[in-house]
């Protein structure tokens, strides 16, 4: 699992954003800024070993990814529903869950939802969001 950025030069900086999280960095060099976004998606997981990589398009697009997809859909899901302003009670009750902790554990990497079950967590936080799967053929940064 990948999430697509941009990235650009705005006056002296170089800015990172990845849309569907809703984060942005700045560097000063576009290595810099791969660099620092990498870097703030491994502290935001907060989990031992978790690690990211940048892959980067010849224009100003690039991918972030982990072979541990578990963190990265846990990530989404919890910032998505920060995003939103919702507690883990609503979401749960959104989903028709007797309890918060059912919904918990995805935002915690403890359950992995399967494809289906990904895209009603999703309508469930942000119901303006779809799952737009795409094939990918960027090759990692050195």
């Known amino acids: 699992m990948r999430f697509s950025g941009t990235v650009y ?3 002296k ?7 569907i999280l809703d984060l942005m960095t700045q560097g000063r060099t576009r290595k ?10 491994e502290t935001m997981v907060n989990q031992d ?4 990589e940048v892959y980067k398009d010849r224009n100003n697009t690039f991918e972030v990814g982990s072979s541990e997809s578990k963190h990265l859909v846990s990530l989404l899901i919890q910032r998505k529903r ?4 919702l507690s883990l009670a609503q979401v749960a009750s959104r989903l028709g869950m007797s309890s918060r902790n ?6 915690q990497g403890k359950s992995v939802p399967t494809m289906g079950k990904l895209n009603e ?5 942000s119901p303006n969001t779809d799952i737009v ?7 990692r940064v050195e």
Do not use: C, N, Q
């Not at 920060?82 to 302003?85: A, D, F, R, T």
């Open 82 to 85: 920060e995003l939103s302003g």
């Open 102 to 107: 059912s919904y918990a554990r995805y935002e």
């Open 32 to 41: 810099e800024a791969f660099e620092m976004i990498a870097d703030m998606l």
């Open 9 to 11: 030069k705005d006056g």
């Open 49 to 52: 070993g978790f690690s990211v």
């Open 121 to 125: 967590l999703l309508h469930a936080v």
């Open 133 to 139: 799967i795409g094939e990918s053929l960027i090759s």
């Open 13 to 19: 900086f170089w800015l990172a954003e990845i849309p």
